[in-house]
């Protein structure tokens, strides 16, 4: 059973030593990516043009809308922008699929009912007008830092998708008119574009878009901008483009031109494309736009980032380590350890101070090392996965560099005792009611989560265990604090970047049991409580991203192996490897698995700011794996061994 979900790991593993794979899902990355094209007088070539149309018309919801992700009921945000997007690529405005979209977004207001961002895409296109957006001021650049709102304390992607909306804001651009966006003014709006209110729009939002409700403190500081917008001095906002430009220089040059993601990607090259026009600036994007792109089965898409693969890497060496049958897999195992060493980040971004980046020497990132931005749990589940090829010969990273992701996670603590993701905590928790973006939340804050916590938490245990002198000890005991004060009544922890309940829980308690919680501890034995009580009948765990946007569990129509996994790794954590409830699922997994050693796919099980889903294409090979190796085999369970 494992040896095979082992041969399929191994079969899939790249040519690097890595795992990669489709980063897909969301449904605004490609339209936006299309409308940067067009306002730099450019489409996606032939074949990525083709890709892409078979991806939105494959993803268009019954109802003729598109969802915020390929799972989501409609909204006009994506609606609209995915409209657009077709009629750029060479879509008639009479194609069927185009009509039923029209008939579901005129009704909504068009571009009048979109998110914010909508909104603003739409503009740079010409196809909404500046004065119907709230204000996005380059100026707050120029605020004292010490300002609890400087937008240096902004959560870096959000941070880093307002820096070029700034700039663009600022120089109101506009991409050169051209018939067909003459066409779509005409048929986007349910009125005569030229009888719109756009002061009123700038409050509208449709119901389907409208997840975070403006807050009484947005509407107030929306109109204080609004006023100085009408009144700002020329000379402080050429100064303000200026420094924006210079940090998205620094974005751009600290990360070899891939930018944090997708959508600054596509913003900071047509910046470029405006400050100097066939620039090498330009060019250097251009040449990195690729990076996003994925061919996949359901067509050409922009992933949510250039990559997954050291996260996938990392996870995957901790399931074949698991599963026992690390001499079987010492092949992988050994090229997955030179991809470990090829991606740590080694430098500090330049001048890290004067652009507010914190040091990132020692730490990993999501995907590759050029991206340039480590991470939090990142580094630590990079860091665990060196720590188990160690004994096994196959470590390639040198001592003092694991000594320096040491100290990386250690410089990201946060004062509650959790870690973020890419930095420490840095603006008030009030600013979160300042989110703008309609369509999701969470965004304006990096703060503690029980996912990165827990994952810092467990590497600085695995590295006091392989270096007994560390002095970490006191960094593990604020954190599994930290992960106790976050358990919720019911006994289950929310997560955050994965689908939902059940992602959390297994954080939070493989947290907990590696820092040596004992199996009878009551945080451990709520959690196990709670697992049980959401077992399904035939034995599986099935939760979906609606679990996520109501902060509820909330079953899928069937099991899902990743949400099992999860489960089952769960009880192992807790103590609970040899219940009923968990030999019920190790059974539903065994027979959920196909013939060809994989399981089928399901729902998407990633997901961001509580709303959007995003897909982990490796999860299936890695999690089933690593649950049926610790759960379906006692003698072969890592941890807490008291308990077997
Ligand atoms: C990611 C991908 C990785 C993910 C983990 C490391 C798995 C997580 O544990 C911490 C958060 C992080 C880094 C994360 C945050 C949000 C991201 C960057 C994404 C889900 C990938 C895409 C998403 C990004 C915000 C998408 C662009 C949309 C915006 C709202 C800016």
């Known amino acids: 059973m494992s040896s095979r979900a ?133 100026e707050l650049w120029l605020l004292p830092r010490a300002l609890p709102f400087h937008p240096s304390r902004l959560w870096c992607h959000c941070r880093m998708v307002y820096l070029p909306m700034g700039w663009l804001f600022g120089r109101r651009a506009r991409a050169v008119e051209t018939p067909l966006l003459a066409e779509l003014r005409r048929e986007l709006y349910p009125q005569p574009y030229a009888d719109v209110d756009w002061k009123r729009a700038r409050s509208r939002v449709a119901a389907s878009d409208a997840y975070t409700p403006r807050s009484a403190w947005l509407r107030a500081v929306n109109r204080v901008l609004g006023f100085y917008e009408r009144i700002h001095s020329k000379r402080l906002r050429a100064r ?63 992933n949510g980032y250039n990559s997954s693969q050291l996260w996938d890497t990392a996870f995957a060496v901790q399931a074949l380590v698991a599963s026992g049958q690390a001499e079987e897999a010492r092949d992988t195992l050994a090229r997955a350890g030179r991809f470990l060493e090829a991606e740590q980040v080694l430098e500090d971004p330049p001048h890290a101070a ?69 930095e420490r905590q840095r603006g008030p928790r009030w600013l979160e009611r300042l989110n703008p973006s309609d369509v999701f939340a969470g965004i304006m804050v990096d703060t503690s989560y029980v996912e990165c916590t827990s994952a810092c938490v467990q590497a600085l245990v695995a590295w006091r265990r ?51 919680t004992r199996t009878q501890d009551p945080a451990l034995r709520r959690a196990a409580a709670f697992l049980k009580a959401q077992q399904r009948e035939d034995g599986s765990w099935s939760e979906t991203v609606r679990s996520c946007r109501e902060r509820r569990w909330v079953d899928g129509p069937t099991g899902h192996a990743v949400t099992t996994s999860w489960a089952l790794l769960s009880l192992v954590a807790t103590g609970d490897a040899d219940s009923e409830a968990t030999r019920r699922g190790v ?58």
């Open 354 to 422: 004067r652009f507010y980046r914190h040091p990132s020497r020692g730490g990993w990132p999501f995907s590759t090392r050029a991206h340039g931005w480590p991470i939090s749990d990142c580094t630590a589940e990079a860091l665990k996965a060196c720590l188990l090829l160690e004994p096994l010969g196959l470590n390639h990273v040198p001592r003092e560099r694991l000594a320096q992701a040491v100290e990386f996670i250690l410089s990201l603590r946060n004062r509650d005792g959790g870690w973020a993701t890419y």
């Open 6 to 138: 082992r041969d399929v790991l191994a079969r899939t593993q790249e040519a690097d030593g890595s795992w990669k794979g489709d980063y897909g899902g969301p449904l605004f990355l490609s339209p936006v990516y299309v409308a940067g094209l067009y306002v730099m007088g450019r489409i996606p070539d032939a074949r990525t043009r083709d890709g892409m149309l078979v991806h939105l018309r494959g993803h268009q919801n019954e109802d003729g809308g598109w969802g915020l992700d390929v799972e989501s009921p409609s909204l006009v945000f994506t609606t609209v922008l995915n409209y657009v997007a077709l009629r750029l690529m060479g879509v008639g405005a009479d194609d069927p699929g185009l009509v039923r979209a029209r008939e579901w977004f005129l009704p909504r207001g068009g571009p009048l009912g979109s998110g914010s961002w909508g909104k603003f895409v739409l503009a740079l296109l010409g196809l909404y007008e500046y004065d119907g957006l709230d204000p996005a001021p380059p």
């Open 466 to 516: 392989a270096r007994p002198e560390a002095s970490v000890g006191e960094a593990i005991a604020r954190g599994v604090d930290f992960l106790r004060r976050t358990q919720r009544p019911d006994g289950s922890w929310e997560g955050s970047w994965g689908v939902c309940f059940s992602y959390g829980t297994w954080f939070a308690v493989s947290g907990l049991a590696a820092a040596g």
């Open 587 to 644: 059974a539903w997994l065994r027979a959920r698995q196909g013939a060809d050693g994989r399981w089928p796919q399901e729902p998407l099980a990633g997901v961001f700011n509580r709303t959007c889903a995003i897909h982990y294409d490796a999860y299936l090979r890695i999690f089933p794996l690593w649950a049926l190796s610790l759960a379906g085999a006692p003698e072969r369970r890592g941890l807490p061994r008291s308990a077997i």
């Open 240 to 302: 303000a483009l200026d420094e924006s430009l210079a940090l998205i220089r620094a974005e751009d040059e600290a990360t070899h031109y891939i930018c944090i993601g997708p959508i600054n990607k596509v913003l900071n090259t047509v910046v470029w494309h405006l400050a100097r026009p066939d620039g090498p600036e330009v060019r250097a994007h251009l040449e990195r736009l690729p990076d996003y792109l994925q061919h996949s089965p359901d067509g050409i898409k922009v």
